[in-house]
Every structure is written in C-alpha cells, then in structure tokens.
C-alpha cells in the first residue's frame, strides 16, 4: 500500500498550491466531524488532478491562505461528489463559494443513474472498482491516523478525478450542459448555506399547526439558532425540535411550569429558562395580523390518492423515457399541489422540466393522455 502524500506545514503547502494553480480541474473531498458542535470541524482535505494527489492536515497549526486562493481561482474546476457539505464548510471559513465547481451527484441524475446516486455507485458504475468501507466511521480528529485510513479518504478524490471526464462526456452528448449547470448554480447561492435564524422555525415539523403556535415557536427558534452559533453546539443538543413545539403550545408563564415540560434539558440553566419566558411573553404580544401564515407544505391537501398516483406513473414514465432521475424533476409534494390546483410559481412548469415532464400534466389532467402495456413495458398514448 503506497503512503500518502500528507501535508502539515506551510512551506509543503505553499510548493503544493503552486502545483495546483497549473491544474484545468481538480477533485476536492473533505473529511469532518460535526456530532458535537454547530459548526463542523474540517479534518482533512484531500485534493487530487490526473496526475498528482495529496492530503492536507488542517489539524496542525498551518495556514490554509493558499488553498483558499484555490478555491477561489476561476480557472480551475473544482469538482465534489455530493459537494454541499463541503461547500458549506468552506463558506463557514472565509465566507466564500468556490468557483467554477461541478456536482458529479448532480450530473449523475442527468445521466440515468437513479435519484442522488452514491460515490461508491459511481466509482463500481465507471471504474469497476468496489471501495473498501472499513474506514468509513473514522473519528478524523484522532491523530496519528493510519495509512489506511489516509488511503481511504484519498480514494474520495482520486477516484473522482476519473469520474468526471466520463460523466461529462454523457452530459455533452445528450446536449444537457445548460441543464446541468443550472442546478449546479443552486450550489453557490451563499443563502443555503448562511442560516438565517428568523427562518429556521420552517423545518421545524409540528402536526396541525396554529398560527399563534407558530408565532411563539418562530421566536423561540431564533433564540435557539443564535444561542447554538455562540455556544457552538448543535440544535438538539441545546433543546430539541419537540421540545420548541412543546413550549410554544403549552405557553409556560414561570419557570416551574418550564420545568414540568417533560424533555427540558438539563444543559439549560435558569438564565436561559427566563430568556425562554421573555420571549414567549414578547411574542404573545404581537397582533395576530404579523403571525406567520401557515405554510403551505404543513397543510394537509385533500387530494385523491389515485390522482396523485396516476400523477407518479407519468412522473415515472418521464424518468424513465429521458434518464433523469425522478427526484431531480419534482416531488410527490409538488404533485399534490398540482392536483390541489397551486400552479403558479412550480419549478416544474419551467425550463426544462417543463419540456421534460410539465408541459405533459396538463395533458394527462385533460384526459389527452392514457397508459397502456405492450411488450411487457409502459407505453404512453396520446389522443
């Protein structure tokens, strides 16, 4: 087993980076751990090019300047595999997207291989090669790391550098360069990966939701998601979702009733329990006008089930005929807003998920379409 090419220092790094600047594309992986704190902790970087690859430690005191100077360089393509993730810790450090970058995960979707395909698909899908999992749930920040653990996390890159060519020759000629790269720009919008507290009460999942529930639970959140950025600890390890929801229904006016809600954790002390009572009594005070609307996705829509099914089999037969994966066209939540007649604004009345599956709903709802099975294979018909 050869060793790795591990960098720890900033003259290795500097003399590394310059090798890279000379590089048309290069494959980037990370390696972090993010169990115990909001913000993830980079680990590893493993960069490679056709012809050279290397790991960088960024766990020693180093100075990581030139690397980031890579990533921001726009004449080198940065390819990731399932990239947010590494995008996000990127943006976290220094602010900023790399560019130009390109998703082989996103790519993959446009090429038939099924719906957020996995590295390891890709690599047996292309290479032949199976990857031996055995290091997969390392605890990265433990040092000395063995070699095969480094070889491992190598193989993120150096596998990847392959890939790319070969997806990107699939794409060209099935003319879905444009496509692609749509979707890739979703990447860089720095808005998915820069929380916004007063937004974060959305994912949070609560059954037949109240508007006045709601308007507590939207202050709470943002107590919460600023509270976890400065103490650096995830969500559920301050207090968890049910447990916001909780509060917000059972409006607790001191702190004993507080302490009776089954589920508060004990790392909150009293100063964080009175703050929790002065935004409910804040938030109570606000007309009900300026309450959040419900969202549209909490609602539960009264649609047909066999509408919505006979929606998926064409949904399913457009996949199929056109190699993209169903996931990456709409969702089984879209449909029911079609059904339930919320059409303005869909994503997949435009572009080219209209020409691919859009531009048909309408036909199918207007009985212009039907399904038959000939040959042992679904066969659209049109009138």
Same mark, same amino acid.
Request: proline letters at 4%.
């Given at each position: ?5 591990? !960098? ?12 890279? @600047? ?74 900023? !997207? ?64 392959? !890939? ?93 009733? @507080? ?22 009594? @804040? ?45 990456? *066209? ?50 659209? *018909?049109?009138?």
């Amino acid at each position: 087993m050869d060793k790795v090419n591990i !960098i720890r220092d900033n003259t290795t790094l500097k003399k590394f980076c310059k090798k890279c @600047i000379n590089e048309k594309v290069l494959a980037i992986d990370t390696e972090f751990i993010r169990e115990n704190t909001y913000y993830p902790i980079l680990s590893l970087i493993q960069i490679a090019s056709d012809s050279f690859s290397a790991i960088i430690d960024p766990l020693y005191d180093i100075d990581l300047q030139p690397f980031w100077e890579i990533l921001s360089n726009k004449k080198i393509l940065k390819v990731f595999h399932a990239g947010r993730q590494d995008i996000e810790i990127f943006f976290n450090l220094t602010g900023k !997207i790399p560019t130009p970058i390109y998703d082989t995960q996103i790519a993959a979707m446009f090429c038939g291989l099924g719906d957020q395909v996995s590295y390891e698909g890709l690599v047996n899908k292309f290479l032949g090669l199976t990857i031996n999992k055995e290091s997969q749930f390392s605890n990265w920040l433990q040092r000395p790391l063995a070699n095969k653990q480094l070889q491992y996390a190598l193989s993120d890159v150096t596998h990847l550098i392959k !890939i790319f060519p070969l997806l990107q020759t699939i794409i060209k000629e099935t003319n879905r360069e444009e496509w692609v790269e749509k979707e890739f720009q979703c990447l860089t919008n720095k808005q998915i990966y820069n929380t916004n507290p007063k937004e974060v009460w959305k994912k949070i999942k609560i059954k037949n939701p109240k508007r006045e529930v709601l308007n507590i639970l939207k202050y709470l959140a943002e107590w919460r998601e600023i509270e976890c950025k400065k103490r650096n600890l995830p969500r559920n390890r301050l207090i968890r979702d049910e447990i916001l929801v909780n509060i917000s229904q059972l409006k607790p006016s001191d702190i004993f009733s @507080i302490k009776k809600i089954r589920g508060i954790p004990k790392i909150l002390c009293d100063k964080d329990l009175n703050e929790i009572l002065k935004i409910i009594e @804040i938030s109570r005070k606000i007309e009900p006008v300026k309450w959040p609307k419900v969202p549209k996705n909490s609602k539960k829509l009264n649609v047909s089930k066999a509408s919505l099914d006979l929606l998926k089999l064409l949904l399913s037969y457009c996949s199929q005929k056109s190699g993209l994966a169903e996931k990456l *066209i709409t969702d089984a939540d879209e449909l029911r807003l079609i059904l339930d007649g919320q059409k303005e604004d869909l994503e997949v009345f435009r572009g080219w998920r209209n020409e691919i599956f859009g531009k048909y709903i309408n036909l199918l709802l207007g009985g212009k379409i039907a399904f038959t099975i000939k040959d042992n294979k679904l066969k659209k *018909i049109e009138f």
